[in-house]
């Protein structure tokens, strides 16, 4: 079936450190993969997404990039900031229709200044 | 910006006690989830639900639960006999066109089941 891994947390950082979050996912097909973020006290929010193969999404300067042959979604910013801190989240979903989204377990992200 | 707001944010019940966990969509959104979390564990699909049905469902939600959208703003979640491993954080969730375009999710309610 289809599933996600993320890397364990938590992972704390310095200030303006980069920042990689490996994802990689199992699936029948193309799925669609996402990045969800989930800020203290708060709902998950879609912080972006890839429908395709090589697609790049992007946002608030995270980036990942959709890598078939390596079935990888890694999550990266070039300089984090305190309020990034957050629990992380690699999703996929069968890329069909209103299909549900399939989650690894979260990477919880530690900020310092 | 438009919130999905969940209600109430923790809900202890005893054992067999039925709860109904409640959420506000998004006014114009048209497709609903409820998903869980149990502490430590991943997000689980339970439900989707379109046009006033349910679209798909998962193995965790079997005959003891239920979903209604009783009068077109709340969107309810109905566990009718609960037990101990029901205890988990529940996110409801909305989204304008399904899935690939991204969910907004509520804030959760925390189940408690003693």
């Known amino acids: 079936g289809n599933s996600v891994t993320q890397m364990e947390g938590p992972v704390t950082l310095s200030e303006e450190a980069f920042l990689t979050i490996n994802c990689t996912y199992t699936?029948?097909?193309?799925?669609?993969l996402f990045w969800y973020v989930q800020y203290p006290g708060e709902g998950l929010q879609l912080l972006l997404k890839?429908?395709?193969?090589?697609d790049k999404g992007s946002n608030k300067g995270f980036e990942a990039t959709y890598r078939k042959e390596t079935t990888s979604f890694h999550l990266e910013k070039g300089s984090v900031q305190v309020s990034d801190s957050a629990v992380y989240f690699c999703?996929?979903?069968?890329?069909?229709?209103?299909?549900?989204?399939?989650f690894g377990k979260g990477t919880r992200l530690s900020v310092i200044a | 910006e438009p919130e999905v707001t969940q209600t109430p944010s923790h809900q202890v019940t005893q054992m067999g006690q039925e709860v109904i966990l409640r959420c506000v969509p998004i006014?114009?959104?048209?497709?609903f989830y409820w998903y869980r979390q149990i502490l430590g564990q991943k997000v689980e699909f339970l439900v989707s639900?379109?046009?006033?049905?349910?679209?798909?469902k998962s193995e965790i939600f079997d005959d003891q639960f239920s979903v209604e959208r009783p009068d077109g703003s709340n969107f309810t979640l109905k566990i009718r006999s609960t037990k101990l491993e029901d205890s988990a954080m529940y996110f409801c969730?909305?989204?304008?066109?399904?899935?690939?375009?991204?969910?907004?999710f509520g804030s959760g309610t925390r189940l408690t089941v003693v």
């Open positions: 969730a909305s989204s304008e066109q399904g899935t690939n375009y991204g969910y907004t």
């Open positions: 699936a029948t097909g193309y799925p669609s």
């Open positions: 639900f379109y046009n006033n049905e349910i679209s798909e």
């Open positions: 999703a996929l979903s069968r890329n069909s229709g209103n299909t549900p989204l399939v």
């Open positions: 890839a429908t395709k193969a090589d």
């Open positions: 006014s114009n959104h048209l497709y």
